[in-house]
């Protein structure tokens, strides 16, 4: 039996999701929650890999196991032997040829930011600036990058094998409510490092340290140069990751396809 599992956690708590050596990801907690519940070893398969301090409230995994008391009574049993930074949000029997890497069409990621100081309780979750944002200028800036490009200057090298780096760019949105703002990516598959990248770019524009022509000049440059920067890691969620089918094929019946969130 195959299982679909969509999480959350803080990742803050956690040297990243992949298991290393040396050091506890969000795959070693959630795989030893899954061998206390079925007393054995269970490997788990995620979506894609996150960086230390980069959270998710959407992060999907599979993995196999024989459970005949259904995905409810399973979330359960998984919560009661998860810490408190990492939440199974929901657990779904699926086809057995479903995969939550290869599967996925996109992803969304959203960035938190706070102008001036951050409340002690959100300073762990978000990047505080202390100047203003020209917003219209992001926007500017932002409206270059969408589309299907070459997103090799916002990629860097993670020692993996190479990728294609030709990916639809779909949404990169700015919102602002009061002191906070949110910058939303959503791409059809992203580089290592591309999302907090074109993060860092929007907002060196913010601040004035970049303009838009230069990103445009940067964008068809095909190589990454020292005007592009990281944002820091604890700003950034994966939110949502997409399946054209999200494969889920209990005793009731055929696949159900997957509505794209627009929240």
């Known amino acids: 039996m195959r299982w679909k599992c969509v999480c959350a956690y803080d990742g803050g708590a956690f040297h990243g999701w992949q298991s290393q050596a040396n050091a506890l990801s969000v795959q070693d907690a959630i795989e030893d929650a899954l061998a206390s519940v079925f007393r054995r070893p269970v490997r788990i ?7 230390t301090g980069v959270h998710a409230v959407g992060q999907v995994f599979h993995f196999d196991g024989e459970w005949r008391h259904g995905g409810t ?18 657990t779904v029997q699926v086809a057995d040829g479903f995969h939550a890497r290869f599967d996925a069409t996109g992803k969304r990621y959203h960035y938190r930011i706070i102008l001036g100081r951050a409340e002690p309780h959100e300073a762990a979750w978000c990047l505080a600036l202390p100047g203003p944002l020209d917003l219209g200028l992001m926007r500017a800036a932002a409206a270059v990058l969408i589309g299907r490009h070459d997103f090799a200057p916002f990629g860097a090298s993670n020692g993996d094998e190479i990728e294609d780096t030709v990916k639809d760019l779909r949404c990169l949105r700015i919102s602002r409510r009061g002191r906070r703002i949110r910058i939303t990516v959503e791409a059809s598959g992203f580089l290592y490092h591309m999302a907090r990248s074109l993060v860092g770019t929007l907002l ?3 601040l004035g340290r970049l303009s838009v022509a230069e990103v445009s000049r940067v964008l068809t440059s095909g190589h990454r140069i020292p005007l592009i920067e990281t944002a820091p890691a604890h700003g950034l969620f994966l939110e949502k990751v997409f399946y054209r089918s999200d494969g889920e094929a209990g005793p009731s019946g055929p696949l159900r396809p997957e509505v794209p969130s627009n929240s």
């Not at 398969?45 to 960086?51: C, K, P």
């Not at 810490?83 to 949000?89: A, D, F, I, S, Y």
């Open 45 to 51: 398969h995620g979506s894609g890999r996150t960086d």
């Open 73 to 90: 009574r399973l979330t359960g049993a998984l919560g009661t032997h998860l810490p408190p930074t990492v939440l199974v949000k929901s």
């Open 204 to 206: 060196k524009v913010g």
